[in-house]
């Protein structure tokens, strides 16, 4: 495959976008695909890092046309300034830039949306996955891929197109796999006394100061700790970081570039902020202390607070030394809540995310065709099987006149859409759908072929389904699925579909709420 990753990074918008997709990218060449990498010329770009991991790069020019309202169409979005152009000057810049030869395109940046995404689309290249965080604005999607644990489903109702496969959750979480290996090497609890180590990080930029914070309330403690402080190179800060480990005992500096899955190996604490950095600790076993540098950043420290996988202090502009002081202190005189913490975050992520993504962008490709008169005797066989009857409601089988009599309604039906889907390897099973009578909403059916279960057609073919009836009935605002409580390999799979459940008596009933004007029809 050929994939193209549109992120940035630079002062502003700090590394944390980049680093992620250039995890995904390493892991993706490694299987032999080909990566490009297209990013605009921002003040704080990191040089030569994208060419250094063996990937191409198209650096666009910076400033291209105007920051204010996009000329796409539509009020800008938060972090609009952060793009350096209107998102329809840098897809037509995009597009320019890769042509239309690659097989999936990756958008992490928070300041695009479903305008981008569709011009992308519109210009004939290939799929697209999103990499988001916030679930505050529309999206034009394939594939969606939040690895945050406040993330769920249900955030992204109405935000994504119907048949777009979603990815939630840090088992998702994008790590170089340097962090999977040492993690299974970590064997109980870290031993947070005399000489063990503190690790401060709170990213390439620190714009706000939290490194000094914590150095500062460190430096009053005397607990015997060790500290490693690593501090990007063009953190405002770093001549006075400089100075504040110069004055602290067993205190050691890393400039720039560190060593960091050994760094967090090494240590038995570690502060820091809740960006993509947060899972690296989690796999680790690493008890934290969060600050949080960044607005977007407070829902995913909440969430990391509120399972018991860290201590969030608050935000940079709120937290004092002092603050930071008693913090360490209460875990260095509280053993078995330090190791509850790491224990914790150990479970939320083992460090396979990046694998699994891959292999959700190499799985195969579902078409759909509507399912015709010669294919009555093939479904029949299909639904009368005994693994597909068993999950229906009524597992009776249906004799074959009534199916032929059934059939026929079906297809000649303007409220019903029956569709057989295929893969290379063929037919992968049956989905039909049911149009309300207020032609609002729809109910799905879906079952595979006997045979085909257990390896991902099941979401696969759910989400293409979802995609043509939306495309073909432009009135639905929600797609329904009615699922058996015992049903847990289907439930998977509406779930990766985008689906949840709703009703407090009724969780068998899943829904997928559709987006209005996401995607043109």
């Not at 190179?233 to 504040?244: F, G, K, M």
Request: glycine share 12%; aromatic share 6%; with cysteine.
């Amino acid at each position: 495959m050929r994939i193209v990753f549109r992120t940035d990074a630079s002062d502003a918008i700090g590394t944390g976008h980049l680093m992620r997709c250039l995890t995904l990218a390493d892991a993706a060449a490694t299987e032999g695909h080909i990566c490009t990498f297209v990013m605009r010329e921002h003040p704080g770009r990191p040089e030569g890092l994208v060419e250094a991991r063996g990937h191409a790069l198209v650096v666009l020019p910076s400033k291209a046309g105007f920051l204010g309202e996009d000329d796409t169409g539509g009020p800008s979005l938060d972090h609009a300034d952060w793009l350096g152009a209107s998102q329809a000057v840098d897809a037509r810049q995009t597009a320019a830039a890769v042509g239309d030869g690659y097989d999936w395109l990756v958008a992490d940046h928070y300041a695009l949306d479903h305008r981008w995404e569709s011009s992308m689309r519109a210009a004939g290249g290939g799929r697209i996955m999103t990499i988001d965080d916030l679930a505050d604005r529309l999206h034009d999607c394939d594939l969606l891929l939040d690895q945050n644990l406040q993330g769920s489903a249900g955030r992204y109702a109405g935000l994504v197109p119907a048949g777009c496969q979603t990815l939630i959750g840090p088992r998702h979480a994008l790590l170089r796999p340097e962090f999977a290996a040492l993690a299974k090497e970590i064997e109980g609890p870290r031993a947070l006394q005399a000489g063990a180590r503190v690790l401060v990080y709170f990213g390439g930029i620190d714009p706000d100061g939290a490194t000094l914070v914590v150095l500062e309330g460190l430096g009053a403690l005397d607990k015997g700790l060790a500290v490693d402080v690593v501090a990007g190179a063009r953190n405002p800060h770093l001549a006075a970081i400089r100075e504040a480990a110069r004055r602290m005992p067993d205190t050691r500096l890393f400039e720039g570039n560190a060593d960091m899955p050994a760094l967090m190996a090494g240590a038995s604490l570690a502060i820091g902020a809740a960006g993509a950095t947060a899972w690296e600790r989690c796999c680790l076993a690493l008890p934290t202390i969060l600050i949080t540098i960044a607005e977007n950043q407070k829902p995913g420290a909440a969430a990391l607070a509120d399972a018991g996988a860290a201590l969030w202090l608050g935000d940079v502009g709120e937290v004092t030394p002092g603050d930071v002081a008693r913090s360490v202190a209460a875990l260095t005189d509280d053993p078995v809540r330090a190791a509850a913490l790491g224990e914790t975050a150990r479970s939320l992520c083992d460090g396979a995310g990046a694998g699994r993504v891959l292999a959700a962008l190499s799985a195969p490709r579902t078409r759909l065709r509507l399912a015709a008169p010669d294919d009555c005797e093939t479904v029949f066989a299909w639904r009368n099987h005994p693994d597909t009857r068993r999950f229906f409601h009524d597992p009776a089988p249906v004799a074959i006149a009534d199916h032929r009599a059934w059939f026929a309604r079906t297809i000649a039906d303007p409220d019903r859409r029956l569709w057989i889907g295929e893969e290379d390897s063929g037919a992968t099973g049956v989905v039909r759908f049911d149009r309300d009578a207020d032609e609002a909403s729809a109910l799905i059916s879906v079952y595979l072929v006997p045979g085909e279960g257990g390896r991902g057609a099941g979401a696969r073919l759910i989400a293409a389904g979802c995609a043509e009836a939306a495309a073909g009935w432009p009135g639905l605002t929600a797609i329904d699925a009615e699922i058996l409580p015992e049903n847990i390999a289907s439930a998977g799979a509406f779930a990766k579909a985008g689906f949840v459940p709703y009703g407090a008596r009724d969780a068998h009933r899943w829904r997928l709420t559709l987006p209005r004007g996401a995607r043109p029809q």
